[in-house]
T-cell receptor
Framework: SQTIHQWPATLVQPVGSPLSLECTVE??????LYWYRQAAGRGLQLLFY??????ISSEVPQNLSASRPQDRQFILSSKKLLLSDSGFYLC???????????FGQGTRLTVV | GQNIDQPTEMTATEGAIVQINCTYQ??????LFWYQQHAGEAPTFLSY??LDGLEEKGRFSSFLSRSKGYSYLLLKELQMKDSASYLCAVIDSNYQLIWGAGTKLIIKP
């Protein structure tokens, strides 16, 4: 069966510090991978998606970046965090284009 | 632009029935999902509709009318554990998922 791992679960970082969130998927190959951010009480905002190794599409211009160094690994990064980067970050994967998305546990990021 | 509308919040009583509506305007349509999200947790898949009509799964049912750009999620025999946010999402013509902001459902004893 397929599983998705996302870590860490919670993170408190000072303004200006770097960020690296990692997501890995097991049990499938060539998945579509997604990074979302969710503000408190709000819907999901798509940040990045990837259809293959090294292929990253950015939906929202900001100080975040994403990379896909391996087929089942998706990394969200920042060189310098802003207060506005605080939120709940979710990694997700989809097997084919018309199937549901499966989510990782999420990372609660607080920038202080 | 693409838009999905859901009520922000709804309140219902334990044991009752509640219907959560979702209307959408998207560039194309390739299916609609409903997800449940408990506070502080990731969304989990509830249902998928691609053809018009009602899909029933236990206490939960989901309805779709493509001509009206409308769906609803029906929850029967409400339990306290059903208190959560319910997210509607549409697959557009580019096979991207377009998400609604979610409906927070509060269940009272």
């Amino acid at each position: 069966s397929q599983t998705i791992h996302q870590w860490p679960a919670t993170l408190v970082q000072p303004v200006g510090s770097p960020l690296s969130l990692e997501c890995t998927v097991e049990g499938t190959s060539n998945p579509n991978l997604y990074w979302y951010r969710q503000a408190a009480g709000r819907g999901l905002q798509l940040l990045f998606y990837s259809v293959g190794i090294g292929q990253i599409s950015s939906e929202v211009p900001q100080n975040l970046s994403a990379s896909r160094p391996q087929d089942r690994q998706f990394i969200l990064s920042s060189k310098k965090l802003l207060l506005s980067d605080s939120g709940f970050y979710l990694c997700a994967w989809r097997d084919r284009e018309n199937t549901e998305a499966f989510f990782g546990q999420g990372t609660r990021l607080t920038v202080v | 632009g693409q838009n999905i509308d859901q009520p922000t919040e709804m309140t219902a009583t334990e044991g009752a029935i509640v219907q959560i509506n979702c209307t959408y305007q998207t560039s194309g349509f390739n299916g609609l999902f409903w997800y449940q999200q408990h506070a502080g947790e990731a969304p989990t898949f509830l249902s998928y509709n691609v053809l018009d009509g009602l899909e029933e799964k236990g206490r939960f049912s989901s309805f779709l009318s493509r001509s009206k750009g409308y769906s609803y999620l029906l929850l029967k025999e409400l339990q306290m554990k059903d208190s959560a946010s319910y997210l509607c999402a549409v697959i557009d013509s580019n096979y991207q998922l377009i998400w609604g902001a979610g409906t927070k459902l509060i269940i009272k004893p």
